[in-house]
């Protein structure tokens, strides 16, 4: 696609259910990763994908929280049992390679409320 | 443990003057340096970087300056204009980290007519 697109925009859940977070990164970028931005914060990374593989899932806030992706392209994070404290603006970016230097592209958000 | 601080929450700016948006670091180890701009329910968007084999950046409007010795990095607009308006976002990496950026809290611009 032209940009990274992520779904939903917007999700509103009880707490302690369940959450899936989807992004699409642009064609061909082989590096995919995951911020999340509470009110006031700054951007605060969580995970980042190479391919398939994680090689560093160091932000993940605890073992709730988990990813994974599919076929080089596509992501899913997922929030188990949420806290309303996971409440943030969920960012996905991809870049062609994961290296210093690389650009980073970002999408729209998932705004996650957790009543 | 903030390692990329922006200071100032917000700047206003009249249009057609020079906006300066400020950064500082604290880890040794950073060696990229981005700056992304973000309007409201919007995903960040890059603007311009530079790395640390250089102290000055320009893309147009756009210069970024980066003083290593004391770990600042400046962002400067010339001439403003009102579509500047936005939040503008510092961001670090080190080398090694896989582009793993370190975001700094936002300083949100506006330019006035």
């Known amino acids: 696609g032209a940009g990274v697109s992520q779904s939903p925009s917007n999700k509103v859940t009880e707490k302690g259910k369940d959450v899936e977070l989807r992004c699409d990164p642009i064609?061909?970028?082989?590096?995919l990763y995951w911020y999340r931005q509470s009110l006031g914060q700054g951007l605060e990374f969580l995970i980042y994908?190479?391919?398939?593989?994680?090689?560093?899932k160091s932000g993940l806030p605890s073992d709730r929280f988990s990813a994974e992706r599919t076929g080089g392209s596509v992501s899913t994070l997922t929030i188990q049992r949420t806290q309303q404290e996971d409440s943030a603006v969920y960012l996905c970016?991809?870049?062609?390679?994961?290296?210093?230097?690389?650009?980073?592209?970002f999408g729209p958000g998932t705004r996650l409320l957790v009543l | 443990d903030q390692q990329v601080k922006q200071n100032s929450p917000s700047l206003s700016v009249q249009e057609g003057r020079i906006s300066i948006l400020n950064c500082d670091y604290t880890n040794s180890m950073f060696d990229y340096f981005l700056w992304y701009k973000k309007y409201p329910a919007e995903g960040p968007t890059f603007l311009i970087s530079?790395?640390?084999?250089?102290d000055k950046n320009e893309d147009g409007r756009f210069t970024v300056f980066l003083n290593k010795s004391a770990k600042h990095l400046s962002l400067h607009i010339v001439p403003s204009q009102p579509g500047d308006s936005a939040v503008y976002f510092c961001a670090a990496s080190a080398f090694g980290t896989a582009s793993k950026l370190t975001f700094g809290t936002g300083t949100r611009l506006q330019v006035t007519l």
């Open positions: 064609s061909g970028h082989t590096a």
């Open positions: 530079i790395s640390s084999i250089k």
């Open positions: 994908f190479q391919g398939n593989s994680a090689p560093d």
């Open positions: 970016a991809s870049s062609s390679i994961a290296g210093a230097g690389e650009t980073q592209y």
